[in-house]
């Protein structure tokens, strides 16, 4: 049987690829459960459809690197830098991707279902329909992300930066919201239901038809949001900020709305204001 080498590295499972030099490998279909890959230069490297399930790629370098349709479900991702890598419809469920750079990455379809995101660095990565649902993304860097269609019911999202995200009819039915940063981000559409808003900065975002049917606004910063046709059936809005465009800022106490500064106030319901 004929052992299979890339760049003078055996290619087989469980294979001691420490700091192993594999920029431009052909890797297609390349069996790698449980390889040991970390600080292994897969910079370039052709992995499509390949199999790592549980592979060790901490700290590997990945850039640019053709993962479409690859399993590496469970692998250890951590601080692995996989900036602009094609990982399309990728398996990725439970991969530690902590402290990832996933900029610029295209991870359409991909599904990183209860993976360990966090404090990684997605900024302007495609997960366009990407299934997260129960990922942790807490304080992930999501800055012009496009989510549109992407699946994060459940998901962990305290305090991650969203600024300027394309979330149209993105699914984040229950997910936790806590102080997360979404200033900007296109909401159009999207599924809030019982989604955990908490002191999140809303300010300029697009929620037009978003539903938020029972979600948890207590605090949150909606000034300048384009609230039209959203749904706000149920949801806690006290000490929610949003304005009427016209120079009067509103915010939800618990005696009712009161225009900040004038005292003037009405009942604590959004569709009264």
């Given at each position: 049987m004929k052992i299979r080498k890339e760049n003078g590295y055996e290619i087989r499972p469980g294979a001691d690829l420490y700091e192993a030099n594999l920029g431009g490998a052909n890797l297609r279909e390349a069996d790698l459960r449980g390889a040991n890959l970390i600080n292994a230069n897969l910079m370039g490297a052709d992995l499509e459809d390949a199999y790592l399930v549980g592979a060790d790629l901490?700290?590997?370098?990945?850039?640019?690197?053709?993962?479409?349709?690859?399993?590496?479900?469970?692998?250890n991702?951590?601080?692995a830098n996989l900036m602009g890598a094609d990982l399309e419809e990728a398996d990725?469920?439970?991969a530690d991707l902590e402290y990832a750079y996933l900029n610029e990455a295209n991870l359409v379809g991909a599904n990183l279902g209860r993976g360990n995101l966090r404090r990684a660095n997605l900024m302007?990565?495609?997960l366009e329909d990407a299934y997260l649902v129960g990922a942790d993304l807490e304080d992930a860097y999501l800055n012009e992300a496009n989510l549109v269609g992407a699946k994060l019911g459940r998901g962990n999202l305290r305090r991650a930066n969203l600024v300027g995200a394309n979330l149209e009819e993105a699914y984040l039915n229950e997910a936790n919201l806590l102080g997360a940063n979404l200033?900007?981000?296109?909401l159009v559409g999207a599924y809030l239901n019982e989604?955990?808003?908490?002191?999140?900065?809303?300010?300029g975002a697009n929620l037009v038809g978003a539903n938020l049917l029972g979600a948890d606004l207590v605090g949150a910063n909606l000034m300048g949001a384009d609230l039209v046709g959203?749904?706000?059936?149920e949801a806690n809005l006290l000490g929610m900020k949003i304005d009427d465009g016209q120079g009067?800022?509103?915010?939800?106490?618990?005696?009712?709305?009161?225009?900040?500064?004038?005292?003037?106030?009405?009942?604590?319901?959004?569709s009264k204001i």
């Open positions: 901490e700290d590997a370098y990945l850039v640019g690197a053709n993962l479409v349709g690859a399993n590496l479900g469970r692998g991702l951590r601080r990725l469920v439970g302007g990565a495609d200033m900007g981000a296109d989604a955990n808003l908490r002191k999140a900065n809303l300010i959203a749904n706000l059936e009067n800022v509103y915010k939800c106490q618990e005696n009712g709305w009161s225009i900040i500064g004038n005292k003037q106030s009405s009942d604590c319901l959004f």
